[in-house]
């Protein structure tokens, strides 16, 4: 029997022909696995049917279309969530989520088809191979991973060429003038004219963030130990939150980032996202914390929380520094419980109230008015006994160096 290997396939020219080449250079049968993270997001949805029928028609022993919608939300966005994770400060990581998914999916497709392999169809410029790569050998180190559009060296003349010689049907869509990726938790653009980082990504880039609203309006996002559970008080599934945060809060054309980002890779790529929902909820659940988390949980939590998105990016979403920190931030989340109000009018979006049956917030103590429980009287000693050291230093070491005669130390 002949070898099997397991193929990420997206229904695109270039996973669709790597099925052929495979087939002509390996020698191995191929299986194709479609997996849904929530690809177009913008309603018009993939015809995975379609899909499934070009994989088979493009040489696939079987082609099997997974729906890990429900997945990529509650394991994978959720855990970005509470991460608070932003690469860079900015990127929510869209990619790199979806990444680990896919290798999930794979290595036990591999498994239940006896396959040797899995192989992917990502070049060798970009972060997605690492994440493939790594993440395999995570899951599987026994597993052999294929890289087929590292290697053939065609361009996409040759590619289309190639599809017409093996009669692979391509999908008949307008010629693509960007690359596309696209999730629940956003959608990366990449290639065409944003290429050159001082053009500004034309208008036809966005899907997810076209502007239609008018009206100003309010959205309350509901939250429970960290999870967003609700919108308006209508309790959602963390896919249906999701997809419903992003049609609201894109309409207002709001959630496009415009980036040069740094590959792990040694790369800086110019970036275009929209990530309406994503950025949203990170906007919302960062504010709640603020009011629920005690300030050195709070100002610790901050300084891990880049050190996840750049083990995420970088393909270690299956390692043990990320598993150790995802266990801290679900310890941390105790107390997130509560809502936080976003206000939306065209291209805006922003906190205009927040509110927590256990949040830290205590009107007494923060009240400048008659209500006011603050002890004053704690203040001079605690600021005094708070400024000793410097007080200090700057008797003994500073002064003299002015010129001025030492003088005693603090009090
Ligand atoms: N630069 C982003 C990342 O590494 C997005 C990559 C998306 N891929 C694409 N073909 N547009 O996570």
Excluded at 139 to 153: K, T
Excluded at 193 to 205: K, L
């Amino acid at each position: 029997m002949a070898q099997r290997v397991v193929l990420a396939y997206s229904g695109g020219l270039d996973t669709s022909i790597a099925v052929r080449w495979l087939m002509e250079n390996h020698g191995v049968e191929v299986i194709a696995v479609a997996v849904d993270v929530g690809q177009a997001a913008d309603s018009k949805n993939e015809d995975w049917d379609a899909i499934r029928k070009r994989a088979l028609a493009a040489g696939a022993i079987e082609a099997t279309v997974i729906d890990a919608r429900a997945e990529m939300a509650e394991d994978f966005c959720m855990p970005a969530l509470l991460a608070n994770a932003k690469y860079e400060g900015k990127y929510p990581l869209v990619s790199a989520l979806s990444r680990p998914v896919i290798v999930r999916h794979l290595v036990a497709e591999a498994r239940r088809h006896g396959a040797s392999a899995v192989a992917h169809g990502c070049t060798g410029k970009g972060n997605d191979q690492v994440r493939f790569e790594v993440g395999t050998r995570a899951l599987a180190p026994d597993l052999e991973v294929i890289a087929p559009a590292r290697v053939w060296g065609l361009t996409r003349e040759d590619s289309i060429e190639y599809a017409a010689k093996w009669d692979i049907p391509l999908s008949v869509t307008k010629e693509k003038l960007y690359s596309i990726d696209e999730n629940l938790w956003g959608r990366a653009i990449e290639c065409g004219v944003i290429e050159d980082p001082w053009n500004q990504p034309p208008a036809d880039v966005y899907t997810m963030t076209r502007p239609t609203a008018v009206e100003p309006t309010e959205v309350v996002i509901g939250f429970e130990s960290g999870i967003p559970v609700s919108v308006d008080g209508r309790q959602l599934s963390p896919e249906l939150l999701i997809a419903e945060v992003n049609r609201v809060v894109g309409s207002y054309g709001w959630g496009r980032l415009d980036m040069v980002e740094s590959r792990r890779v040694g790369i800086k790529s110019r970036e275009t996202y929209e990530c309406p929902g994503a950025l949203a909820l990170l906007l919302a659940h960062a504010d709640l914390e603020d009011l629920t988390l005690e300030r050195d949980l709070l100002h610790e939590k901050a300084r891990l929380e880049p050190r996840w998105s750049e083990l995420v990016y970088d393909g270690l979403w299956f390692s043990p520094l990320k598993q150790a920190l995802d266990a801290f931030f679900v310890e941390s989340q105790r107390h997130v419980t509560g809502e936080v109000r976003l206000h939306l009018e065209p291209g805006q979006c922003f906190v205009v109230g927040r509110r927590s049956p256990i949040g830290l917030y205590d009107h007494g103590l923060a009240t400048y008015d008659a209500t006011d429980t603050f002890r004053h009287q704690d203040a001079e000693g605690f600021v005094r006994l708070w400024g000793l050291g410097v007080a200090t230093w700057s008797a003994k070491q500073v002064a003299p160096t002015r010129g001025d005669a030492p003088q005693g130390g603090g009090d």
